[in-house]
């Protein structure tokens, strides 16, 4: 996308909130991601850098496109028995629309203010307290470089609105509002390792224990079952370290150096090395404690540790 040097876009953009700008009261136009990760970020925590499109600029440019009532219509009619087709022809007019002019112009200045073609996370935020222990499954792209791909994905995290995965969790929680989505936009170091918290063990709820899995590089490597992680439960009075299970590591993912990522073999002897060292798991576990009393209950926290240090990416109740 060719983008005038010389437009002039504020910092309070069309469709666009700086994540710095968010707090929990805006979870209904950013989604509950974006709105935790909001108030972590003025709580001072280490949250990367980053912005928000609202779930009203999804909503105004398929407004703006006249495909909105077809949409809100489609998606009403799913229910539950998933009906693959019509999923798919929304999911398909909603790629077509795309963004809009002035939506791309918005995204392109934010982009500029994280620095020089930075690498970016870009994830879906759903809208809705119903769906938001359904996070896991939203739409997530990695390593995201140049505004024309940002826009792309952002486009894309809309179009999962009417995928398989998106229908089935609307319909399993009974969802009935005209669906809308948040996109959240992160700045991305270079990880070292990555993972879960869980700051209140979920094998053993209420015993003052917090269990944390890693891995070596990207955390998304857990998502899918790849990597057999590294599993610390620690106590959370000290706190103290009172086990380990390293875990056998046959691959890391790594950032590719033309963006997305690269599945990299690790070396047999280092396959079943620890991705945390025992001060750093220490360190990491006071970073949940302390999310945990900012946040007034038990997280689940998604985390990567870079050469700077740790960086939170996700937190959200252990319901």
């Not at 060719?2 to 950013?30: F, H, K, P, Q, T």
């Not at 938001?132 to 739409?139: G, Q, Y």
């Not at 505004?147 to 952002?154: F, G, R, T």
């Not at 360190?283 to 900012?294: N, V």
Request: glycine share 10%; proline share 4%.
């Amino acid at each position: 996308m060719a983008v005038d040097e010389g437009v002039g876009v504020e910092r309070d953009l069309d469709g666009v909130i700086w994540l710095d700008d968010v707090d929990r009261s805006d979870a209904g136009r950013v989604g509950e991601k974006a709105a935790i990760l909001g108030a972590l970020a003025r709580g001072g925590f280490p949250v990367p850098r980053g912005f928000v499109v609202t779930a009203d600029a999804y909503l105004a440019a398929m407004e703006r496109a006249g495909v909105r009532d077809e949409l809100r219509d489609g998606a009403g009619r799913l229910g539950d028995q998933l009906a693959t087709a019509a999923a798919e022809r929304l999911h398909a007019l909603v790629r077509h629309v795309g963004a809009p002019l002035h939506l791309r112009l918005a995204l392109d200045h934010a982009y500029r203010e994280l620095g020089n073609r930075p690498f970016v996370a870009v994830r879906s935020s759903q809208v809705g307290a119903d769906l938001a222990d359904r996070s896991t499954h939203a739409e997530t792209f990695i390593n995201v470089r140049g505004v024309d791909e940002v826009v792309a994905c952002v486009v894309e995290c809309w179009a999962w609105l009417f995928g398989p995965r998106a229908c089935a969790d609307r319909a399993s929680c009974g969802w009935t509002d005209e669906p809308r989505i948040a996109v959240l936009v992160q700045e991305m170091a270079d990880v070292v390792s990555g993972g879960v918290m869980y700051t209140d063990d979920p094998s053993q709820p209420g015993k003052n224990r917090l269990v944390i899995q890693s891995a070596r590089g990207l955390g998304e490597c857990l998502v899918d079952g790849g990597v057999e992680p590294d599993v610390h439960v620690v106590d959370r009075t000290g706190p103290a370290l009172v086990s380990s299970r390293i875990g056998s590591k046959a691959y890391e993912l790594e950032r590719h150096p033309e963006g997305g990522q690269r599945r990299v073999a690790v070396a047999p002897g280092a396959a079943t090395g620890a991705a945390l060292t025992h001060d750093a798991i220490l360190e990491l576990a006071r970073l949940g404690l302390a999310i945990e009393q900012h946040e007034r209950e038990p997280q689940v926290i998604d985390w990567v540790r870079t050469s700077d240090g740790f960086r939170v990416v996700g937190s959200r109740p252990s319901r």
